[in-house]
T-cell receptor, first 113, second 114 residues
Framework: NAGVTQTPKFRILKIGQSMTLQCAQD?????MYWYRQDPGMGLKLIYY???????DKGEVPNGYNVSRSTTEDFPLRLELAAPSQTSVYFC????????????FGPGTRLTVT | GDSVTQMEGPVTLSEEAFLTINCTYT??????LFWYVQYPGEGLQLLLK?????DKGSNKGFEATYRKETTSFHLEKGSVQVSDSAVYFC?????????????FGTGTRLQVTL
């Protein structure tokens, strides 16, 4: 099993550009999550999904969009990049709704200038 | 709302020293508690967990006990190694019936030197 994979590893965007961060998992987990990690801070939940076709906002969803067309994939879209979106983005997945154990990808470091 | 407070770092220790990283929480309901570890350049990995009061989670020589009376989940290790250098995150999860949303502390960086 590859677990949770994310692409790209690094990206530099100019203000106003758009991009999609890819996330895939091969563990047949129904639950998937997107977090951002800012320096010296804990992780903040952006969006999550409880299954294909079902997504919901987390703590900091503004400026982002997600879709979940398959169980395996959960892409995160930035439409108009802003410097405040400079961060490290982590995708995660979990098997259970209530246990809280999540499996994380290696992250995407995004810089918006 | 739910929150996690953990001691600020960095924590610098010599190899074989005793480690304690404090973590306290505020939560409605009955949370599960976790310690995640992030090695340089990597994503977070679950280190240990406890799902109810008085449970002790342990893994790789690390342990933490779920203390409901003090709302704490302090991480300890008797003898740290250089390879333990990483950022450690305390987290909680309260069952919601929809998805297990983790609430993280800000992380504590541990640096172990020879």
């Amino acid at each position: 099993n590859a677990g949770v994979t994310q692409t790209p590893k690094f990206r530099i965007l100019k203000i106003g550009q758009s991009m999609t961060l890819q996330c895939a998992q091969d563990m047949n987990h129904n639950y998937m999550y997107w977090y951002r990690q800012d320096p010296g801070m804990g992780l903040k939940l952006i969006y999550y999904s409880v299954g294909a076709g079902i997504t919901d906002k987390g703590e900091v969803p503004n400026g982002y969009n997600v879709s979940r067309s398959t169980t395996e994939d959960f892409p995160l879209r930035l439409e108009l990049a802003a410097p405040s979106q400079t961060s490290v983005y982590f995708c995660a997945s979990s098997f259970s709704a209530n246990i809280g154990e999540q499996y994380f990808g290696p992250g995407t470091r995004l810089t918006v200038t | 709302g739910d929150s996690v407070t953990q001691m600020e770092g960095p924590v610098t220790l010599s190899e074989e020293a005793f480690l304690t990283i404090n973590c306290t929480y505020t939560a409605t309901g009955y949370p599960s508690l976790f310690w995640y570890v992030q090695y340089p350049g990597e994503g977070l990995q679950l280190l240990l967990k406890a799902t109810k009061a008085d449970d002790k989670g342990s893994n790789k020589g690390f342990e933490a006990t779920y203390r409901k009376e003090t709302t704490s989940f302090h991480l300890e290790k008797g003898s740290v190694q250089v390879s333990d250098s990483a950022v450690y995150f305390c987290a909680l999860s309260v069952p919601t019936g929809t998805a297990s949303k983790l609430t993280f502390g800000t992380g504590t960086r541990l640096q172990v030197t020879l």
